[in-house]
């Protein structure tokens, strides 16, 4: 996806309608050693545990009901998790940018 500056909305979709189904070539749209920023999603792994997704360490053989856990996440006040304690959860398909690409 390349996004079109400039003028009006109108005469932007004016200007990408006139380029369907045509061929357009990689030294139209960038020039050479310009610098550039990439825009995507990172590889998606699903839903994992805190081992994977954060690499704690595991638990010994039987002190927990699980091994692969977070052994205390926090204490009793304040009376909620704060957001630096590692949690299971989405591991990739996160929004990420890439700054000052070259184009060779």
Known sequence: EIQINGGTTA??????????????KVADVFAQDEMVDIVAATKGHGFNGVVTRWGVTRLVRKSHRGLRKV?????????????QVPR??????????????KIY
């Open 88 to 101: 299971s959860g989405q591991r990739g398909y996160h929004h990420r940018t890439e700054i000052n690409k």
């Open 11 to 24: 005469a932007k979709v004016d200007f990408v309608t006139g380029l369907f189904e045509q061929e357009v």
């Open 71 to 83: 052994a205390c996440i926090g204490s009793w006040h304040p009376a909620r998790v704060q957001f």
